[in-house]
């Protein structure tokens, strides 16, 4: 068979591009710890940043964990009746909630949310100067733009992550009481009998690297934007799809490394 | 020893390039560039688009790393600096980019506060305000102090964005195309915005443009760069009047007062 060098060439330039890119990004995520706790302390725009991940994504973050304990119960319930244990579905909406719902739900609104809108406005001030303005005016920009954004999606998606599990047992709640008029206290008491303290920090874990996921990678993508406009939609985009892509692989890591403690 | 050779013996070198080499790939975009830039002196660098002029200065405030050369400012080499030392050289250079790249997010004031509150933070609330209003007032607007970016015409965002540069008192100005995108009567009143920046707070300037007006009013002294190299340097006088086709071509090309 003939070779074809064109193809040839493509292929190992893609495969060089790969590497590098997966070099430059490691080492862009590990300069984070180098960072982290250097002075000078930028606290207020950590504060700021906090408020734009966590309160500006309490809206969707509510409409969406509520819909997902709703329909998760509303879903599950045939199944159960059909072998007359319904009245095991608070137990069993606590576990799928609390384990895997909660932490998923969360992190991919967000990465949707904040992942791209972290990517745009980091890629727009690449792609305008500001990043090499602030470089030139003897500020670390890694330190004042990334640290602080970093930080905010790290200690808020963990924090936004306990609401949805909160609103969506909710939502649990009011399709179980609609059904079996179970009181408040009673469908509490059941999910949680269930509830191991494993579960519980197994997904502030699982939260909290998806929230240093979503940070960096925004971040990273938004640092690296070229090409003006269509580089910051690029950045954006790409964010979104990384972070996802990384949060499915990283869902798949923690799930094996639980499971091995539960036995 | 002439009297010419003798002032420029005496004048202190602030920047000095020596056989300075960039690429970007098989781009390449320098090719052996050497510029001494005296103290107080406003040096013009010329050429047409695309010719590596901006990427000249990136390499002198150390946003980019020369491939060959050196760049020595201040008496000191930029790419031997580490991180702290090159922050601290970057406290002597400001820089004004060609699209100004003033903060989108923040009004004037913090855009000029930013840069002031990171690197000066021994200065009370009251002298940052003072200091503020004192440069905007330099470069004549003091009215826009508390307006947006996104507010303001291209002229005014020029001057905000140099404001942002003087409020560190730089002894080095980096000037990325000042008058681009300007009408002649603003680029007019770029112009003497840099000469008074340079009379007023003694800066030494590097200025980029392929503006002849701006480069014959501001510079005094005109380096001519064609394809990465400089072709010609003197004044403004001595480059025009050379027979090079290179620069007449670029002369015939470009309207001039």
Redesign the interface.
């Known amino acids: 068979m003939n070779s074809i060098p064109g193809e040839k060439i493509l292929i190992t330039k893609k495969l060089d591009d790969f590497f590098i890119g997966l070099y430059s990004g490691c080492q862009f995520a590990l300069r984070f710890f180098k960072e982290v706790f250097k002075p000078p302390y930028e606290f207020k725009e950590i504060i700021k940043q906090c408020y734009e991940v966590g309160y500006k994504s309490l809206g969707l973050i509510t409409l969406t964990g509520f819909i997902t304990g709703l329909v998760f119960t509303k879903q599950s319930r045939p199944s159960l009746s059909e072998f007359g244990a319904s009245s095991w579905l608070p137990s069993l909406v606590a576990i799928a909630i609390i384990r895997a719902l909660a932490p998923f739900v969360t992190a991919l609104i967000c990465s949707g949310k904040v992942g791209s809108q972290i990517g745009a406005e980091l890629g727009s001030m690449k792609v305008t100067e500001q990043i090499d303005a602030m470089e030139v005016s003897a500020t670390n920009p890694y330190k004042y733009l990334v640290v602080s954004r970093v930080l905010a999606t790290t200690i808020m998606i963990p924090l936004l992550m306990c609401y949805t599990g909160g609103v969506a047992m909710l939502g649990a709640f009011l399709n179980v009481h609609q059904n079996e008029m179970t009181s408040l206290i009673t469908f509490f008491q059941q999910a949680f009998e269930k509830i191991s303290f494993l579960d519980i920090f197994s997904s502030l874990i699982k939260s909290i690297v998806y929230g240093f996921t979503i940070g960096i990678v925004g971040c990273y993508k938004g640092f690296n934007a070229t090409n003006g406009t269509e580089g910051v939609g690029k950045a954006a985009n790409s964010s979104v799809v990384l972070s996802m892509f990384l949060i499915f692989v990283e869902e798949i890591l923690i799930v094996q490394i639980t499971n091995s403690f539960r036995t | 020893m002439d009297i010419e050779t003798k002032n420029i013996e005496e004048k202190e070198l602030v920047i000095g390039i020596k056989d300075l080499y960039k690429s970007f790939g098989n781009n390449h975009v320098l090719r052996g560039i050497n510029l001494d830039v005296f103290r107080q002196d406003n040096v013009v660098v010329l050429g047409r688009s695309g010719t590596g002029k901006s990427v000249l200065i ?1 390499v002198i ?3 980019l790393k020369p491939d060959r050369g050196t760049v020595n400012v201040l008496g000191q080499e930029v790419a031997t600096l580490n ?1 702290k030392e090159l ?2 050289l ?2 002597h ?1 400001g ?1 004004s ?3 100004s ?4 997010s923040m009004t004037v004031r913090e855009n000029l506060a ?2 002031l509150v ?2 000066k ?1 021994n200065l009370t609330k009251q002298e940052i305000q003072s200091e503020i209003e004192s440069v905007l007032d330099d470069v004549g607007l003091l009215q826009t102090i508390n307006q947006m970016p996104s507010e303001l015409s291209g002229g005014q965002r020029k001057r905000i964005g140099i404001a ?2 003087l409020i ?1 008192r730089p002894q080095i100005m980096l000037y990325d195309e000042p008058t681009s995108g300007l009408d002649p009567i603003t680029s007019e009143e770029i112009n003497a915005l840099i000469n008074l920046v340079k009379d007023k707070f003694n800066t030494t300037s590097i200025i980029i443009t392929h503006d002849l007006t701006c480069a014959k009013s501001t510079g005094d002294k005109i380096a001519m760069m064609f394809n990465g190299e400089f072709i010609k340097q003197g004044t403004f006088d001595e480059v025009f009047s050379s027979d090079d086709e290179r620069i007449q071509n670029f002369y015939k090309y470009n309207f001039i007062n």
């Open positions: 990136k405030s150390g946003l991180e922050q601290e970057r406290l250079i820089f980019f060609q699209g790249a003033l903060y989108d930013f840069p990171r690197n933070r942002r540069t560190l």
